[in-house]
Structures are given as structure tokens and as C-alpha cells.
């Protein structure tokens, strides 16, 4: 019986063996297939990456050349700016004096309307009291 089992393992090793090589075969193929899709996909890639260095180059350089006109621009803008800051400082500080005197007229007004306001509440106090 147990020769008999050995020899039927024998056969079922052997017959394991030649399916394994046989896929091993395919397998082997299979891969040596992707290998060479990928060394295709990769020189096409390859090709890409130059396309589009070439193409960050090219932009770069109009990129730069924008950023040097902006920067032109901004310089002369600022220049600009700065003298109608000066004007605008002029401007409040001549506002400010005008708005003082308003601000202290308004500040004599409230003292005035306060002081009456102060007389007002002081006779409803006397009244509520009263009552």
C-alpha cells in the first residue's frame, strides 16, 4: 500500500513539476513582454519629460521677462504713489487742523448740552422723589 501511494505521489510530483515549468515558461514570457512594453513606455516617456522641460524653459524665460515689465511697471506705479501720498498727507494734515477746530467746537457743545442735561435729570430726580 505504501509503494502503491508512493509511486501515485510520484506521478502527481511529476505531473506538478511539468505544470510549474510549463507556467514558468509562460510566466518567463509574460514578463520578458512587460519588460519590453516598458522600455518602450519609457522612451516615449522619456521623449515627454524632454517635450515638456523644454516647454518649462521656454515659459520661464517669457515668465521672466514678464516679471521684469511688471517690476518696471510696479517701480513707476510706487513713484506715483509716493507723490500722491505726499499730497493726501498734505491734504489730512490741513483736514485735521479744520476737523481740531470742529472737535473743539463740538467738545463746548456737549459740555454746554451736558451741563443742561445734568440740570434736567437733577429736577426729575427732585420730582420722582417728590412723588
Not at 515549468?21 to 513582454?33: D, V
Not at 430726580?125 to 412723588?131: D, S, V
Given at each position: 500500500m505504501l509503494q502503491?501511494?508512493?509511486?501515485?505521489?510520484?506521478?502527481?510530483?511529476?505531473?506538478?513539476?511539468?505544470?510549474?515549468?510549463?507556467?514558468?515558461?509562460?510566466?518567463?514570457?509574460?514578463?520578458?513582454?512587460?519588460?519590453?512594453?516598458?522600455?518602450?513606455?519609457s522612451k516615449e516617456w522619456t521623449a515627454q519629460l524632454a517635450l515638456k522641460a523644454w516647454m518649462l524653459q521656454r515659459a520661464s524665460k517669457e515668465w521672466t521677462a514678464q516679471l521684469a515689465l511688471k517690476a518696471w511697471m510696479l517701480q513707476r506705479a510706487s513713484k506715483e504713489w509716493t507723490a500722491q501720498l505726499a499730497w493726501k498727507a498734505w491734504m489730512l494734515q490741513r483736514a485735521s487742523k479744520e476737523w481740531t477746530a470742529q472737535l473743539a467746537l463740538k467738545a463746548w457743545m456737549l459740555l454746554q448740552a451736558s451741563k443742561e442735561w445734568t440740570a434736567q435729570l437733577a429736577w426729575k430726580?427732585?420730582?420722582?422723589?417728590?412723588?
Open positions: 502503491r501511494a508512493s509511486k501515485e505521489w510520484t506521478v502527481q510530483l511529476a505531473w506538478k513539476a511539468w505544470m510549474l515549468q510549463r507556467a514558468s515558461k509562460e510566466w518567463t514570457a509574460q514578463l520578458a513582454w512587460k519588460a519590453w512594453m516598458l522600455q518602450r513606455a430726580a427732585w420730582m420722582l422723589q417728590r412723588a
